[in-house]
């Protein structure tokens, strides 16, 4: 098992997620607390209940993370800049946002260069954590190889693989995979750290994207992953 995790090193790889948008307010407390009493490394929330989550974390080492142009990407740069300086400016620490396709499939790879460079400019900024969220079902390996280029020369915090929302498509996986993690870390290396996201349900998930590179995993199942890991031993 990779570096002898324990169920307190495993909790720290985790983005516990709550992204849908019927959650009640008493259903992200809960799941605040829940993620405060595990350790997670963040809370993985859309950025209207960034302000909310802060107050109920305010006290923890629990970092607020905002999804920025989720989960399309279909916002014009100017308006995913704002949300992430509103978001961070209520209490988040770390911003995904989601790359806009059209351009990258129109291959206007300037205009995803200058989107990159002004959303983590302003994480940089606040000193906030940046991730740039790929959605790799969508992509063929040229494309993300071209991402990955792009961001070794940006230099945001982390690259992504998902959002978890894509459209299944017959033979593609929707999520994480650990060959797009392996790809992602053999461009980008130890010059950008790579999440993996969508899909992880198990503890052999999680490890198999450790393995692969990933320093991070988004996630709604954390608890039951770290519960899995405390039945193992």
Do not use: W
């Not at 098992?1 to 985790?14: G, H, I």
């Not at 960034?50 to 107050?55: L, M, Q």
């Not at 770390?94 to 002004?118: A, C, F, P, T, W």
């Amino acid at each position: 098992m990779k570096n002898n995790l324990t169920p307190e090193t495993l909790a720290k790889y985790f983005d516990q997620t709550l992204l849908k948008p019927y959650a009640s307010e008493e259903q992200f407390k809960l799941f605040c607390e829940e993620s405060d009493r595990y350790g997670f490394a963040m809370v993985a929330i859309n950025s209207a209940p960034v302000k909310f989550c802060r107050e109920i974390l305010k006290d923890s080492d629990v970092h607020v993370g905002a999804a920025i142009g989720f989960p399309l990407g279909q916002t014009t740069i100017a308006v995913k800049v704002f949300e992430t300086e509103q978001a961070i400016k209520e209490g988040a620490d770390e911003i995904d946002y989601v790359v806009n396709l059209v351009k990258l499939k129109s291959g206007d790879y300037n205009y995803i260069e200058d989107e990159m460079r002004q959303i983590v400019d302003v994480c940089n900024k606040y000193g906030k954590i940046s991730k740039v969220i790929f959605e790799n079902c969508y992509l063929t390996e040229d494309e993300k190889k071209i991402l990955c280029e792009i961001a070794l020369k940006v230099r945001p915090t982390f690259i992504k693989t998902s959002t978890g929302f894509g459209t299944p498509t017959p033979g593609v996986a929707v999520g994480a995979t650990v060959e797009d993690v392996k790809l992602m870390k053999s461009i980008v290396g130890d010059a950008v750290k790579v999440k993996a996201a969508g899909g992880v349900r198990t503890l052999d998930d999680a490890i198999a994207m450790i393995e692969a590179g990933a320093e991070r995993i988004g996630t709604s199942a954390a608890v039951k992953i770290v519960e899995e890991l405390k039945s193992r031993q």
